[in-house]
């Protein structure tokens, strides 16, 4: 029978050996032999629950911006660096640009009439745009326009690139699996073309033309594929699945996931599944005044605001968010959602991965 008020210290301390100079003789050898014993790693290698050493963190999005803006005067774009990205370090993750230890993020900039040249690699990525536009990404040869509050897609091994089309520079969010990838070792990386491939700045992609119509599949598209082939979701089909979330529930019909609280997934249209294997992305709107129950959620979590005010609690502790602000939950550390005016977030997290290999568990307070 488990007993939960066991804590693996207290037992591991317990039932340590008598300290002698046989065992410290022992411990050497496992020193010299690279071998280390599970009776003094237990608790660090399967914790009653998950321990991240990443932490809660919040990043202003004025300070991004301000730093993107400085590097943009500073640093130059181009073949090498690839692109004018600053990855978004979580304090507790020792100096790695990982915001969790599946996930990377961070803010790109990119200036007038400027091109981050083209490559590819296993990594999924997408980006999201909570100010600006004039820049098209090219993902493989198709370009995407970008504009605020899309999400623009260059799942793995897409070739892509970016370029800005207009006289002012332009800021967005990437949100990429690199530490997941490079824990798992499954990295490859291509140089493509040093330009775009394509400079058109259509409205709409190819992808869009083919997919982005409700309910209608293409007869030459019936071969699922693993991450969707759905360049750009806009920010206008968005904004109106909110809206109608919340008019339903204002005519008493279920339609939000909890009272106040609507939310959509973006999803691949040839399976209904996630955007990419590895990268789950959410849009979530909250009317003024609205709470969420506080969760646990095994795998991590990024938010960014992309309009209002409000709140996020994690661990107990409180920090106001403003438009811009990013922050990260780790695994398993309880956090809940406070709207000041109705507050809008997206939200990426790496739960296709925790849920593909059934490491998913979610505790909702009040809820058995
Ligand atoms: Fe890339």
């Not at 066991?6 to 039932?15: C, G, K, N, P």
């Not at 939000?256 to 209904?272: C, F, L, M, W």
């Not at 994690?314 to 507050?343: C, H, I, R, Y």
């Amino acid at each position: 029978m488990q007993n939960e008020k066991l804590d693996h210290e207290s037992v591991t301390q317990a039932m340590q050996p008598k300290d002698t100079p046989e065992l410290r003789a022992l411990y050497k050898s496992f020193e010299e032999e690279s071998i280390i014993p599970l009776w003094t790693q237990l608790g660090d290698l399967m914790p009653i629950h998950p321990k991240s050493k990443a932490v809660p963190h919040v990043w202003k999005w004025s300070t991004l911006l301000r730093l993107a803006r400085k590097s943009g005067e500073l640093v130059p774009v181009g073949r090498g660096g690839e692109r004018r990205a600053l990855g978004l370090a979580n304090p507790g993750l020792g100096g790695n640009a990982y915001i969790s230890p599946t996930m990377w993020a961070g803010i790109q900039y990119l200036g007038p009439r400027e091109t981050a040249p083209e490559h590819r690699h296993s990594q999924n990525a997408f980006r999201f745009v909570v100010e600006g536009e004039g820049v098209w990404t090219v993902v493989n040869g198709d370009p995407v326009r970008m504009s605020r509050g899309d999400l623009l897609l260059t799942p793995g091994w897409c070739f892509h690139g970016h370029h800005n089309d207009t006289d002012q520079p332009m800021a967005w969010i990437d949100g990429l699996d690199i530490p997941f990838s490079q824990q798992m070792d499954v990295g490859f990386f291509e140089f493509g073309s040093d330009r775009v491939t394509d400079y058109a700045t259509p409205n709409f992609s190819r992808g869009e033309r083919l997919w982005c119509h409700p309910g209608l599949r293409p007869l030459s598209g019936l071969q699922n594929t693993v991450a969707s082939p759905i360049g750009a979701y806009r920010w206008e089909f968005t904004d109106r699945a909110l809206t109608e979330q919340l008019l339903l529930e204002d005519e008493g019909q279920p339609a939000t996931v909890a009272p106040g609280h609507a939310a959509i997934r973006y999803v691949n249209p040839t399976t209904g599944g996630d955007v990419m294997p590895t990268l789950r992305c959410e849009f979530h709107r909250l009317r003024a005044g609205t709470e969420t129950a506080t969760r646990n959620e095994v795998g991590s979590t990024v938010f960014q605001v992309f309009e209002g005010a409000g709140a996020v609690v994690m661990n107990g502790e409180t920090t106001k968010l403003e438009k811009g602000d990013m922050f990260v939950v780790p695994s398993w550390v309880p956090w809940s959602l406070q709207a000041e005016t109705q507050f809008d977030l997206f939200r990426f997290s790496d739960a296709p991965i925790m849920e593909a290999l059934s490491f998913m568990r979610t505790k909702i307070e009040g809820q058995k």
